[in-house]
């Protein structure tokens, strides 16, 4: 029986979540080790992801969260990173674990940034993509925590 390429390629894909998932538990425990608490900064915080990503997360209730725009859906991104992104789901239309996501994510002050991944958890605390071909430049999230450190602007 011969697999088709796109098959091979969903296996090679999830061969590596799962080694790096091994990877990851153990640089997570060696991090967790010298790291210190995160501060907490009231609307959001960004914290030095353990894959060697910044990642940005956005505290429940912001309201100018990005949004995830796919199958004709819009849905708030809980986190977000250059290769990967958690978005809030509706809970009875969930992406099966290891389906491909194309789509883009939408920044309130601007780009909308074409992503494409594969879905690697969902469930209640949202849907977890790890984008493989197209991300987020890393100038983006850059952009994106110093929208979020800004002092808020109050209108008069």
Known sequence: ???S???DERLRTTQLIKSA???QLRSSYLAALALPASADYGHAMSHRERRGFERVEYAPGLAERPVFLSGGGA???VDCAERG???VAIENRLPAVGSDVRGSVR???GP???VEGVVVRAGGDGVAVN???LWIDKEVIERERRRLRAPRRVAK
């Open 1 to 3: 029986m011969a697999i």
């Open 5 to 7: 390429p796109r098959d």
């Open 21 to 23: 998932t091994v990877n």
């Open 75 to 77: 849905f708030e991104i």
């Open 85 to 87: 992104i958690r978005y």
């Open 107 to 109: 920044f309130p002050d």
């Open 112 to 114: 909308e940034i074409p």
């Open 131 to 133: 984008f493989t071909r």
